[in-house]
């Protein structure tokens, strides 16, 4: 069983950063993508970023491009968000998923193929 725990949530200033983490328990973790979901107060969930599994490689919503940057580690099966230039519409849950590939490496950017999910870290942006 795939289990994801978040961590690195916070409260932070407009313009402030921080790094998440996703440490999956699942030893092959090299074959899953990841993805990272921002869940806004009423508001439904959306990806803001994926990394392939296998070398495979990045997407990202246009609110988070040139701002955010998704990365794996596979030896330590963490995969990390960096979060820059954060803005108060950054506020909400950040949620990991992961999506066991078979042949694929690509990831995608919608919730459905997604069966693994964590239970959130709380990013606040606020001054």
């Known amino acids: 069983q795939v289990q994801l725990v978040e961590s690195g949530g916070g409260l932070v200033h407009p313009g402030g950063s921080l790094r998440l983490a996703c440490a999956a328990s699942?030893?092959?973790?090299?074959?899953?993508?990841f993805a990272w979901f921002h869940q806004a107060p009423g508001k439904e969930r959306e990806a803001v970023t994926c990394?392939?599994?296998?070398?495979?490689?990045?997407l990202y919503s246009d609110a988070v491009k040139d701002r955010f940057i998704i990365t794996r580690d596979n030896n330590r099966k963490i995969v990390y968000l960096q979060m820059n230039s954060l803005k108060p519409g950054d506020t909400g849950v950040y949620f990991c998923?992961?999506?066991?590939?078979?042949?694929?490496?690509?990831?995608?950017?919608?919730?459905?193929?997604?069966?693994?999910w964590g239970q959130g870290t709380q990013v606040t942006v606020s001054s």
């Open positions: 998923a992961a999506d066991r590939q078979f042949l694929s490496t690509s990831c995608s950017m919608t919730p459905a193929p997604y069966f693994h």
């Open positions: 699942e030893f092959s973790f090299d074959f899953y993508a």
């Open positions: 990394i392939g599994s296998r070398g495979g490689e990045a």
